[in-house]
């Protein structure tokens, strides 16, 4: 459609908008609203696309030292990769379509490190180094812009922690190991406060996204359960909690509540140190603490002294520990147990967070543990530092 009044620069559409001079255009929402102004080039097109929904994605990236080299694009989660070649001034576009927004990695052939940035279906600008890939930035996708405003904030709570365990390096010079892991223990339970509440905060700001849809599992062991439940139900109040990664999340919450304090605890069966297989439900009648650890975690190393002590207590007593290994590596595994010197029964199918009986008990991080009444009940979650010792000091005669 096309109007004039052949006033030139007198149109009274002109003077109406503060037009001095040309071309100049606004873009309008249904509503009546300027959403955009003086758009130029592929701005117009690429402002329609976010505004009126796109289903495809596009990234376009330019880097500097990068002409002629082989880039890779693939989902985080998958092993499978799209490959383009950058032309000489080392830009490059992949195009596809993804049926919920996801985190992404682009890599270059030869070149050591990777980026990750959201990806939904949009035109996203990439642009960087290919020296150092991994501090590119990346423009035009809502969800990597909410991203990156958490990862801010997780950085600085991270310095927050690093704080936190300064007395670690002091205890450290003394040789002093209770003091080392007891400021292990005490800083990590304040950091997980610190971004859990950050976290629920970020949620409720943000519930319509794949980033709070991402940020609600590890609030698993951060707090309880009841809690995460009550935060995820913002999420599924909005689209995104139709999506896939949304309602696994869902499933993980239900099998989480599954397992209160009062429930039965559910059996499984995992091979120990020797290679034969062991189940919980052959422990029945006694009480029984599921701990799950990994070699790699500090704070699980840090708390096996306090659950050593409880044990040393109790084990006459009709008590006993069943740790369930998160390790991959057997090597890493038995050398901990030593080192640690634990006596109690050591499981662990060496499948990681892919643990079978991680995955029934819901354990998205370390440490974390069940307390069970002979009767197979859970009584107790997540017992840190004396707390387990106190609560058998309740139950345990």
């Known amino acids: 459609m096309q109007l004039g009044d052949l006033n030139a620069s007198g149109n009274a ?19 009546g609203k300027i959403i955009a102004q003086n758009l130029r080039g592929a701005a117009l097109e690429e402002t329609l696309e976010k505004h009126l929904g796109q289903t495809s994605y596009q990234v376009k990236g ?10 890779y694009l693939k989902p985080g989660n998958s092993s499978s990769r799209d490959s383009a070649i950058a032309d000489d001034a080392g830009r490059f576009v992949f195009q596809g379509t993804v049926a919920e927004p ?13 980026y990750s940035f959201m990806v ?21 996708s809502r969800e990597h812009l909410l991203l990156t405003e958490q990862r801010k904030e997780v950085e600085l709570i991270g310095h927050y922690m690093m704080e936190l365990q300064k007395p670690y390096h002091e205890a450290k010079l003394r040789n002093d190991t209770a003091a080392m892991n007891a400021t292990v223990i005490n800083s990590n339970m304040k950091w997980k406060d610190s971004l859990g509440n950050y976290q629920v905060r970020f949620i409720s700001r943000h519930p319509n996204s794949m980033a709070a849809v991402m940020s609600v599992a590890p609030l698993l062991n951060m707090m309880p359960v009841a809690r995460v439940d009550s935060v995820m139900r913002l999420i599924e109040q909005t689209p995104a909690g139709k999506y896939t990664a949304a309602t696994k999340v869902r499933a993980l919450i239900d ?23 062991v189940t919980l439900s052959s422990l029945r009648g006694k009480f029984v603490f599921i701990d799950f650890w990994a070699s790699w975690c500090a704070p699980c190393r840090a708390e096996n002294p306090n659950v050593l002590k409880a044990f040393n207590k109790f084990k006459d007593k009709n008590f006993t520990v069943l740790a369930i290994s998160l390790d991959k590596n057997r090597n890493a595994w038995i050398r901990a147990i030593h080192e640690d010197a634990l006596p109690w029964m050591q499981l662990s ?6 643990n079978a009986a991680g995955q029934l008990y819901s354990v998205t991080s370390i440490p974390s543990n069940f307390l069970v009444n002979p009767e197979g009940k859970i009584i107790a979650q997540n017992l840190r530092g004396p707390l387990l010792e106190e609560m058998l000091e309740k139950y345990v005669k």
Request: proline share 5%.
């Open 120 to 140: 939904e279906n949009t035109v996203i600008t990439l642009s960087g180094n290919a020296d150092s890939v991994y501090l590119a930035t990346a423009t035009g």
């Open 62 to 71: 330019q880097f500097e030292n990068a002409a002629h080299l082989k880039v």
């Open 13 to 31: 559409a002109a003077k109406l908008y503060g037009v001095v001079a040309i071309p100049s255009n606004f873009l309008v929402n249904p509503e």
């Open 255 to 277: 099998t989480r509540l599954s397992r209160q304090t009062g429930t039965m605890a559910p059996d499984f069966s995992q091979p120990d140190t020797l290679n034969r297989p």
């Open 349 to 354: 199918d060496l499948a990681g967070f892919d």
């Open 102 to 114: 996801g985190l992404f990695e682009l890599a270059f052939a030869g070149r050591r490190g990777f």
